[in-house]
């Protein structure tokens, strides 16, 4: 390891034990990424309505904890799709997790794997599934995107496949990208794109942050006129996220994914049942943190309905707005056999990489457990609605 190596883990190390609170990673985030970097995590789509909606929805949730249980270490443990997790929050698939931090998404697989739960690569995550694998030698799943139709996405799978991926998520939210306001006011829609127009301000912003350029540099992502990626992996990633598929789409990757399937981005019942009946084993409830569409419901407020809809036909997740243990505890007691984060997992890797995100996963879990215990809740299993305190009308 260099001096600089050393020097840039040791600040890390300080980093991650200064993070108290999901919020605390996120103001660390701001504070060491340009700000066009940060607003492209923290972002929404158009008057970012939806992404506020998911997290209020958890502000409007009560608890009716049970008194004197005499409980002390609760089981927050899980089964997802056949794998046991330590507990119940996964990280959720993100684009160009290489550009917040160098260790990247094997870093974070590594993490999640160290505190007992898995990452879902994305496909343009801004690293190749193959990479990823080996060099993190963690379980992973695999989110799927494929601007280019089935002929791509059959590939994509297949590699997946043979680097030792046994779920494969679909995404079926994107069918074209949101409008991410942020980004077109810095002038880098889609994310992250660099012309003459962008350039000056942009560059201002970057020398600002000169040890997240320094890292930018040892990764070998390139800031381009056709988006950020990796050099040499031809297009800019983010322009062609844009994956239109239908349910024949899924049920086509089901007929040829041999491991557990999973559609990501439903809101209603109505598509539950769709994506079941495409060969889904679990669905997540989500509208991609309020990226795409907005006015999109809360995914709170839709979990009751998709678990009504689905039975006990395939698991339900859900994602958006989980920022507190207590918000993991709500959703599962409404339903969800488990929950993913985005941005609380990015926002840990911006302010300290892998030990940031160990660090965001610590908390969550923390605070889970204290609610349990608060709650008198003995294990996560029990969840259900008989622990809310429903509003009476
Ligand atoms: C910066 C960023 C990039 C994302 N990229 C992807 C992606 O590549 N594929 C995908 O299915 N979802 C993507 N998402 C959505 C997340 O998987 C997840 O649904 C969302 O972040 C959950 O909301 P939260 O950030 O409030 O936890 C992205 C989210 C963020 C914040």
Known sequence: MSVLDDLLARADARSAQRLHSVRDARRTARRKLPAVVFDYVDGAADDEVTMRRNEDAFGSVAFR?????GLVEPRLGVTVLGKEIDFPVLLAPCG????????????????????????????????????VASESKAPLWFQLYSAAGLREADSLCDRAAAAGVDVLMVTVDTPTLGNRERDVRH????????????????????????????????????LSSRGAGPAGHGSGLLSSVASPFSWDDVAHLRSRWEGRLVVKGVLSGA????????????????????????????????LP??????????????????????????????????????RPYLFGLA????????????????EMRRTMVLMGCPSVDQLGLDWLDVPRT
Request: no cysteine.
């Open 305 to 342: 309905g998709v678990v009504a809809a689905v039975g006990g036909d395939a698991e339900v997740l859900i994602d958006g707005g989980i920022r507190r243990g207590s918000h993991v505890v709500a959703a599962l007691a409404l339903g969800a056999r488990a929950v993913l984060i985005g």
């Open 65 to 69: 904890p049970r008194m004197a249980s």
């Open 351 to 366: 302010s300290a990489g892998e030990l940031g995100v160990e660090r965001v996963l610590d908390i969550l879990r923390a």
């Open 187 to 222: 002038g880098v829609a889609p994310p992250l794109r660099v012309d003459a127009h962008n350039a000056v301000p942009l560059g201002v912003q970057v020398l600002a942050r000169p040890r997240w350029a320094a890292q930018l540099a040892s990764t070998g992502i390139r």
């Open 271 to 302: 598509d539950a049942r769709q994506a079941v009946g495409a060969g889904a084993d679990a669905v997540v409830v989500s509208n991609h943190g309020g990226r795409q569409l907005d006015g999109a419901p809360a995914t709170l407020q839709a």
């Open 96 to 131: 160009l997790v290489r550009l917040l931090h160098a260790d990247g998404p094997a870093g974070v697989a590594r993490a999640a794997a160290s505190r007992g739960t898995v990452s879902v690569l994305s496909t343009v995550a801004g690293s190749p599934v193959e990479a």
